[in-house]
């Protein structure tokens, strides 16, 4: 009997799989197309035997006629026939929490790639998972197919980390690099970007960095060892970002990206969503169109950064059965790294205490003493101009039209930044709302 027959006799892992969309059929897809190579690598055959979706008839291109259909996903955690719940529906309440919560309730182990749920519910459901001595994984539920949760979880789990997060959102980094390659504006890329699939049809949780801030919350969890904290993220979208920012940015020598960052400090941890400036010779400038880059940066190890795809069946999938190999080899990791009761109690550091640097672009009447006008705001603000950009009037422009100029300013603090902008924009001089946009590192 070769090795092959071997693993092919020991018994199955049973998958019962809710939801068939992009990422369900995919799974299923990827597991019948390498099952010879998943039984190899996982010990033992991993197949699906039961499956949950709204629509029985519908095209997927997969054949799911052999399967046992179930019309309400919650008797997948029943069905003596499967060994393990993935979670393919989406959203943080509703059907899928339930089914998460009935599956490990009943001691099943449960594979999701849902961000929502995990972000918002991941403490109590790790809870659960340990009382019932069960795996929860959701490796595909950050960055895709990029194994983060796992280098986190596993491979970075002797250091201490400082930092962790990156570009998590391959929508924005798709609009954000269109709207840089075309010049064209927000609106018109978005519309771009949902015609081929990229964005959700109500593209808010992806362009108003919810998405994002859901993976950031599992990220900074796993990093630093503490109970995920969805609400102490400070949260902003790309939709103000506008086709002259991109232009300002490319000439100042900065792309603009929509970043996650946690950081740990003497303080406790920050949490943020917002686009960024990054300086064009900074990695993570260069990762482009709908990829993600995940860095961290740990006192031993230094930084490390993964990039890759964040989304679509194919990547996505390869997450989901790499987490099903996981529980068909029997490894038990903890959901967060550490069990519950010895995860830390570090605080979360609000935004307006975080520095940085700043730009600020403001459309403003082109007549004299303007400039005097801002300056004085920002000195009476504490805030240090570091250089300014203003290009001349075109020949044509009519006296008083407006003109738009940028301001970036040296490290301070963000709340004398937010007293600035608002005082800024309360000038009569000032004839739109300011754009803020933080600058980072990379
Ligand atoms: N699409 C992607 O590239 C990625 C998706 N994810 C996550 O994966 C999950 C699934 O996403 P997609 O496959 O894109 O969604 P989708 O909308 O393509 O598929 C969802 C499926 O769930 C089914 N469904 C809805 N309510 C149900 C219920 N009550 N019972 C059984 N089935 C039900 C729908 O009929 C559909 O087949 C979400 O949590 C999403 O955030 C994570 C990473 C990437
Ligand atoms: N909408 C997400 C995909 C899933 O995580 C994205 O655009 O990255
Ligand atoms: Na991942």
Redesign the pocket.
């Known amino acids: 009997m070769n090795t092959l027959s071997l693993h092919a006799a020991a018994a199955p892992l049973r998958v019962g799989i809710a939801g068939l969309g992009t990422v369900g059929a995919g799974t299923v897809r990827l597991l019948r197309a390498n099952a010879e190579l998943i039984a190899a690598r996982a010990g033992r055959p991993v197949v699906v035997t039961a499956v949950s979706a709204r629509d029985r008839h519908r095209a997927r291109g997969i054949d799911v006629s052999s399967l046992a259909w179930h019309d309400d996903a919650l008797t997948l955690a029943t069905d003596p026939d499967v060994d393990v719940v993935v979670e393919l529906i989406g959203g943080s309440e509703g059907a899928a929490r339930t089914l998460v919560e009935t599956a490990l309730s009943r001691g099943r182990p449960v594979v999701t ?1 849902n ?1 929502a749920l995990i972000a918002i519910h991941g403490a109590g459901l790790a809870s659960a998972a340990e009382r019932a001595g069960v795996a929860l994984a959701f490796e595909a ?4 197919g990029i194994p983060v949760i796992k280098a986190l979880r596993e491979g970075l789990a002797a250091d201490r980390l400082v930092r962790i997060g990156g570009i ?7 609009i954000l690099t269109a709207m840089r390659e075309t010049g064209r504006g927000f609106a018109s890329v978005l519309e771009e970007a949902q015609a081929l699939g ?3 049809t109500d593209p808010s ?2 362009v108003d960095g919810i ?2 801030a859901h ?1 950031l919350a599992i990220l900074a969890a796993l990093a630093f060892g503490r109970p995920v904290d969805f609400d102490s993220v400070h949260i902003e979208g790309i939709r103000r970002i506008g086709a002259a920012d991109i232009a300002f940015a490319t000439e100042l020598g900065y792309r603009i990206k929509l970043l996650g960052i946690a950081r740990r400090s003497d303080q406790g941890v920050e949490t943020r969503v917002h686009p960024c400036l990054v300086p064009n010779t900074a990695p993570i400038a260069q990762v482009e169109g ?1 990829f ?1 880059a995940v860095v961290a940066e740990g006192e031993f190890v230094g930084r490390v950064m993964l990039e890759g795809r ?3 069946a194919g990547p ?1 999938a390869t997450a989901v059965v790499g987490d099903l190999i996981d529980i068909a080899r029997g490894s038990l990791v903890p959901a967060w790294g550490a069990i519950s009761g010895s995860l830390s109690k570090l605080t979360s550091v609000p935004m307006s205490a975080c520095r940085g640097s700043f730009y600020l672009r403001l459309d403003v009447r082109d007549r004299p003493g303007v400039i005097a006008e801002i300056t004085a705001v920002l000195r009476d603000c504490g805030v240090s101009l570091k250089s300014m950009l203003q290009h001349g009037q075109a020949p044509s422009a009519l006296p008083d039209e407006s003109v738009p100029i940028v301001l970036v300013t040296h490290e301070t603090r963000e709340v004398a930044m937010q007293e600035a902008t608002a005082r800024i924009a309360g000038l009569d001089v000032v004839v739109a709302s300011p754009v803020m946009i933080r600058i980072e590192a990379g």
């Open positions: 790639a961000k539920a950050v960055a895709g998590l959102n391959g929508t924005c980094n798709y990229y964005a959700e949780t992806d998405d994002t993976k709908v993600n964040g989304a679509g996505t």
